[in-house]
């Protein structure tokens, strides 16, 4: 079946880096999404994996193995309005995404 | 980045009304359009497929004739709650495909749905 897995909820310090992990698993692949969905907001898009290697984008940075079914999101300098959740999601064969659940990111001051 | 309006952003109805809520590609045409529902803390779940000019392909457990949804041009997708009951609060969002591209979704900014 098809399934993505990452954390739940991970908490972090202001100013500080945090990672984190998303693992997959798809009838075929065709490229990894992740998402930021600020609570009660529609999620809004971060960036997009389909080769492997680390993409950044100012603070933020996803990094995709297709070998490993493996992708991270990697946020630096952290700040208060980065708290969220971020969602992961991969892409199959069909071209439909599959979801994650979503990880809660928690940052304190 | 191209923009996905979709409204209203929140409604509030009694019990066994109908709530239409449209879903607009502002600034390009959308071939698919895709809705999901969120309840609280959890993930999206999708909830049919539109296709621009044919019936909408709904995922396993949504009833077709409940979730009404008409994709009646390239920027346009609405979706119908029939006869709304109170296990159908919900974040309704919505989400559209740039046409010939199977890359990134824009997603609108959703609706929030209380039947009392």
């Known amino acids: 079946g098809q399934n993505i897995d990452q954390p739940t909820e991970m908490t972090a310090t202001e100013g500080a880096i945090v990672q984190i992990n998303c693992t997959y698993q798809t009838s075929g692949f065709n490229g990894l999404f992740w998402y930021q969905q600020h609570a009660g907001e529609a999620p809004t898009f971060l960036s997009y994996n389909v080769l492997d290697g680390l993409e950044e984008k100012g603070r933020f940075s996803s990094f995709l193995s297709r070998s490993k079914g493996y992708s991270y999101l990697l946020l630096k300098e952290l700040q208060m309005k980065d708290s969220a959740s971020y969602l992961c999601a991969a892409m199959d064969s069909n071209y439909q995404l599959i979801w994650g659940a979503g990880t809660k990111l928690i940052i304190k001051p | 980045g191209a923009v996905v309006s979709q409204h209203p952003s929140r409604v509030i109805c009694k019990s066994g009304t109908s709530v239409k809520i449209e879903c607009r590609s502002l600034?390009?045409?959308?071939?698919?359009m895709f809705w999901y529902r969120q309840f609280p803390k959890q993930s999206l779940m999708l909830m049919a497929t539109s296709n621009e000019g044919s019936k909408a392909t709904y995922e396993q457990g949504v009833e077709k004739d409940k979730f009404l949804i008409n994709h009646a041009s390239l920027t346009l997708s609405t979706l119908t709650v029939t006869s709304a009951h109170p296990e159908d609060s919900s974040f309704y969002i919505c989400?559209?495909?740039?046409?010939?591209?199977?890359?990134?979704?824009?997603f609108g900014e959703g609706s929030r749905l209380t039947v009392l």
């Open positions: 989400s559209a495909r740039e046409k010939g591209d199977t890359g990134e979704l824009f």
């Open positions: 600034d390009f045409q959308a071939t698919t």
